[in-house]
């Protein structure tokens, strides 16, 4: 279908993809091999067998037990550049990378090797493809915010290789209000703002994120469609949601695509982006969540030139670079 087309051919940039939700199995028994690891499932056709999904939980159970391979500076490097290089086979010319500090130095990873293996590779990449991709620090709201703060403290003598913070990990029962302080911390830094809302959580969560938070971007939202005045002020606000279509299906937060509310809040005035979320997990990257869309909404070519313009809008790109890809 000419979408379609469009859609895998035209430049866009990708806005909420976890950089260890890019791990795909194969690299993941590398990985294991390479380190001395050992996971418990045989091969990668046991590990990709695993991935029923039930909802969020579910899945972010998997996605961290998958990250427990990744402990040397060059096996961040390697996913990085690994999603990089996919990313830029679908037409992304721009990428914003979520990754979770946490989840590594926890297990005693320094932040060091998380995020100079990150950045390395970001900095490869725009060499060797000519890609531009950024990293943002999420939080885990699972854990405290005391956790978090010391967690950005952690990462600060590396201000400048990541622009901003996020918020991400499970949604009930961790209200975006219980990172007030935190992200008024990185307000002060200097950081962009954007926060997971209305995933599989309530339309206040999202209203909280905006209000409490003052994020720049709410990833996923989709709970706004429940809300007529909230859809309708995201509209007026010209606040970003990045959307993860594939994400959504496979973690039960619609039933089919076909139901999705993408194109109702995209009619409405939201400024709707298409995003991958954790590809390596959810089954596409960020053309194949363009392609299955279109499908099962039936959006025009005019719409899908919407949702790629509307990408760069929600991007943190300056102004002159912004310009170029619109
Ligand atoms: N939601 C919350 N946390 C996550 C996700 C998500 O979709 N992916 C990776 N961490
Ligand atoms: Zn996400």
């Not at 999705?260 to 089954?283: E, M, W």
Request: hydrophobic share 45%; glycine share 6%; aromatic share 8%.
């Amino acid at each position: 279908i000419a979408a379609i087309d469009l859609a895998r051919a035209i430049p866009k940039a990708e806005l909420h993809v976890h950089v260890e939700g890019t791990l795909e199995p194969e690299l993941i028994f590398q990985l294991a091999g390479r380190n001395g690891v050992t996971l418990p499932y045989d091969d990668v056709e046991a590990l990709r067998k695993a991935y029923a999904f039930t909802d969020l939980q579910s899945f972010l159970d998997i996605y961290y037990a998958g990250a427990s391979v990744l402990l040397k500076e060059q096996d961040f490097y390697d996913m990085a550049m690994a999603y990089l290089r996919c990313a830029h086979a679908d037409r992304v010319v721009h990428a914003e990378i979520f990754f979770d500090p946490q989840t590594h130095t926890a297990r005693g990873v320094p932040m060091q090797i998380v995020i100079e293996g990150l950045h390395r590779a970001c900095v490869d990449a725009g060499q060797e493809l000519g890609i531009s991709a950024v990293l943002i620090l999420c939080f885990l709201r699972h854990l405290s915010e005391d956790d978090a703060l010391a967690t950005l403290e952690a990462a600060l003598p590396w201000r400048d290789r990541f622009i901003g913070i996020g918020l991400d990990s499970s949604e009930f029962g961790h209200p975006p209000e219980k990172f007030a302080r935190v992200f008024a911390r990185a307000r002060e830094l200097g950081l962009r703002l954007v926060a997971h809302a209305g995933e599989e959580g309530p339309p206040a969560y999202i209203r909280q994120a905006l209000d409490v938070l003052q994020v720049e971007r709410i990833d996923h939202g989709v709970r706004s469609i429940e809300e007529p005045a909230l859809v309708a002020r995201l509209a007026s606000e010209r606040m970003p949601l990045t959307v993860c279509p594939l994400s959504n299906l496979k973690l039960k937060g619609v039933q089919d695509l076909a139901r999705h509310p993408l194109r109702k809040l995209l009619q409405a005035g939201v400024c709707v982006t298409i995003n991958s979320d954790d590809p390596a997990y959810f089954d596409g990257y960020v053309t194949e969540n363009y392609a299955q869309t279109i499908e099962a909404l039936k959006l025009t070519p005019e719409e899908v030139v919407q949702i790629a313009r509307n990408s760069f809008e929600a991007s943190f790109v300056d102004e002159a670079q912004r310009q170029q890809w619109l």
